[in-house]
């Protein structure tokens, strides 16, 4: 069983940067592909960032690209996401996910192709 632990969450103004982690536990950390997902107040969760196994191929939602990036350390079991530039609207529950990707360098980038996720942390960005 997986399990994945955020951190890095925090109050922050606009313009500041953050960078969120998430450690993973309990199984093959190297052969998961990883996404970042939020969750505003009262909307569903949306698509964040994704990265492959390798970290070869990454991709981005449109309303984050440029300012985010999604990055892993496999020899950490961690995952990471840098954000620049936060904005009011980036005010959100950070989730981190995680699917055995079986060593192909796909992405993901819906809810339902994860297996395993992380509890969660909060990103508030004041104006």
């Known amino acids: 069983q997986v399990q994945l632990v955020e951190s890095g969450g925090g109050l922050v103004q606009t313009g500041d940067s953050l960078r969120l982690s998430c450690a993973a536990s309990?199984?093959?950390?190297?052969?998961?592909?990883m996404g970042w997902f939020r969750q505003a107040l009262g909307k569903e969760r949306e698509f964040i960032a994704a990265?492959?196994?390798?970290?070869?191929?990454?991709a981005y939602a449109d309303s984050v690209k440029g300012r985010f990036t999604i990055s892993r350390d496999n020899a950490k079991n961690t995952v990471y996401l840098q954000m620049y530039s936060l904005k009011p609207e980036d005010t959100a529950v950070y989730y981190c996910?995680?699917?055995?990707?079986?060593?192909?360098?796909?992405?993901?980038?819906?809810?339902?192709?994860?297996?395993?996720w992380g509890q969660g942390t909060q990103v508030t960005v004041s104006s």
């Open positions: 309990g199984g093959t950390f190297s052969t998961y592909a």
């Open positions: 996910a995680a699917r055995n990707s079986l060593y192909s360098e796909n992405y993901y980038m819906r809810t339902r192709e994860y297996a395993y």
């Open positions: 990265i492959s196994w390798s970290g070869g191929r990454t």
